[in-house]
């Protein structure tokens, strides 16, 4: 069972979150209609500050948001971290180096290696894949599973316990 933690805006995190951090919320935006996504996911890119793909109109590139415009606008909130430090590390860094202050307009498409557009998921997901480690699905058919790429990979996918755990990720409880 997930446990989201309410925001609180005076509050101070329980603890200090490190680049290559995921947070996920189970909300969407005020007004939004998530464009068929439940959630939202960014990464951050050091301690405090956030990089996302937003759908808003008056952010139509990837930008930064602190800790306090996250939660500001997202009431719930988890944080995901890779069991390895420096594999988050270089995540960050490539967050920084193919997302921010890139002119990418946000579109849901269903190939994660394209970032002609980008949505959410896909910014950190493409960060990981970058940094020699993409987050994998299973893919199920009739005859076959096996665990591969994802053509659409969504932000309650960087919550699924069977995930995390075959990927080398794990939920980090946050007191906010």
């Not at 009431?75 to 430090?85: A, G, I, Q």
């Amino acid at each position: 069972t997930l446990t989201f933690v309410i925001n609180s805006n005076n509050a101070k995190a329980a603890i200090n979150n490190k680049p290559g951090d995921l947070i996920i919320t189970k909300d969407t935006a005020p007004g939004s209609s998530g464009k068929g996504f439940v959630g939202h996911v960014g990464i951050y890119i050091d301690s405090k500050k956030i990089l996302n793909a937003s759908w808003r109109s008056n952010e139509p590139y990837p930008s930064i948001l602190t800790e306090k415009q996250w939660h500001n606008r997202f009431k719930y909130s988890k944080v995901v971290r890779p069991k390895s430090t420096e594999l988050g590390k270089k995540a960050a860094k490539m967050a920084k180096k193919y997302f921010l202050n890139k002119k990418i307009k946000y579109k849901i498409s269903p190939n994660p290696k394209n970032i002609k557009y980008t949505y959410c998921s896909e910014l950190v997901w493409y960060s990981y894949y970058k940094a020699g480690k993409p987050f994998q699905v299973l893919i199920v058919t009739p005859h076959n599973e096996q665990w591969a790429n994802p053509s659409l990979i969504k932000p309650y996918d960087y919550l699924s316990s069977y995930y995390l755990s075959h990927n080398g990720f794990k939920i980090i409880d946050n007191k906010w």
